[in-house]
């Protein structure tokens, strides 16, 4: 790094005496660089041995989330939705983000509610459709922000609201890049935070219920033509899913007294029945792959019923994959610069 330092600062004493022509932003380039290689000199074992630090850090970590994940589920997922909540906000209003901190109060105003709804005793039957509503319309507008957000992006990757700066300038920000990347955080950030509560709300109206527990048998005894999810009888327009995993049409066996509209039901390959908007808040939005009640395995292809079904599962999948790189890389990562500054390793 010290013949970098001395290279450059060749280049800036031809520069004084003429002999070549730099702009001022290049010479004030140039005078940081040389700057940082001589405070860098001899700092090669150093950042060596930061590398290998950094490198079992995060092996180590992986291997302690893994373990915690895997014993204590219940624990790893409260503390890891509590500071995907809270350390953001906290965050927005040290750095002043004021528009984010905004977004964050609404949100946190609406789904308290939610969460208030989700949680009482006795629980209301229209409960877990209205959670499911809510969470189904912050996933779709999740989704639709992240993918707004890429496309600016990628047209900014392609060259489009990209100006090549003057000669002297310093280069300008696209404000494609500015608000592709804040839709796309804003997607992800609240697409995985609903996320987190929705498979806290489904588990807690599940058990309110009695029908659902996590280990062991349910509480109560599911009658016949009953949905576990909200409490109530199901319909008579009853849907099957075959052996291929397809759900068939439904049949209504009995019409409705005075004309009322059916609501749609599904019968699952172990015979309990459940209304179908509360089947598929369970499997696709509550994140449940198995019957409330006997818990046995369900297909979720069976859901899926046109192509956007299938492209909005991956994105859900997505989702969870980047949970733990936005919750708990930048814990390792502070941890690991702790202890830099610990052991005099800046």
Not at 271 to 276: D, L, N, Y
Not at 281 to 302: F, H, Q, S, T
Request: glycine share 8%.
């Amino acid at each position: 790094m010290e013949q970098r330092a001395e290279s450059i600062e060749h280049i800036l004493h031809e520069a004084e005496e003429g002999k070549i022509h730099l702009s001022e932003g290049q010479i004030h380039n140039l005078e940081n660089q040389a700057k940082y290689f001589h405070e860098h000199a001899g700092h090669e074992s150093t950042h060596s041995k930061m590398a290998m630090i950094i490198i079992f850090a995060l092996v180590a970590f992986q291997f302690v989330l893994l373990w915690w994940k895997k014993h204590h589920y219940r624990s790893y997922q409260a503390t890891t939705t509590i500071g995907l909540w809270i350390i953001p906000f906290a965050f927005a209003l040290h750095s002043g983000m004021k528009q984010f901190a905004t977004v964050w109060l609404i949100f946190t105003i609406l789904n308290s509610w939610i969460i208030y709804k989700a949680t009482r005793k006795p629980l209301h039957h229209m409960t877990p459709k209205v959670v499911y509503k809510w969470y189904w319309v912050i996933y779709q507008i999740s989704y639709v922000t992240g993918i707004i957000g890429y496309g600016m992006m990628f047209l900014t990757f392609m060259g489009f609201g990209v100006t090549p700066p003057k000669e002297g300038e310093e280069p300008k920000t696209s404000f494609l890049v500015t608000w592709g990347l804040t839709f796309l955080t804003y997607g992800i950030y609240f697409g995985i935070l609903g996320r987190d509560f929705v498979e806290f709300c489904t588990e807690s109206m599940a058990s309110t219920l009695g029908y659902y527990t996590k280990e062991g048998f349910p509480r109560k005894h599911l009658r016949l033509g009953v949905c576990a999810i909200c409490g109530i009888h199901v319909s008579n327009a009853i849907s099957t899913i075959d052996a291929h995993g397809h759900l068939q049409a439904p049949v209504i066996l009995q019409p409705s007294p005075n004309g009322a509209p059916v609501e749609p039901s599904i019968k699952l390959n172990c015979g309990h029945e459940f209304h179908e908007e509360c089947i598929r808040g369970w499997c696709l939005i509550g994140k449940k792959d198995m019957c409330p009640y006997c818990k046995e395995k369900v297909d979720l292809r069976a859901f899926k019923t046109n192509p956007w079904d299938t492209t909005q599962q991956l994105y859900l999948n997505l989702l969870d994959a980047l949970r733990y790189m936005i919750v708990w890389q930048p814990v390792i990562m502070g941890l690991v610069q702790f202890g830099f500054y610990m052991t005099g390793l800046d």
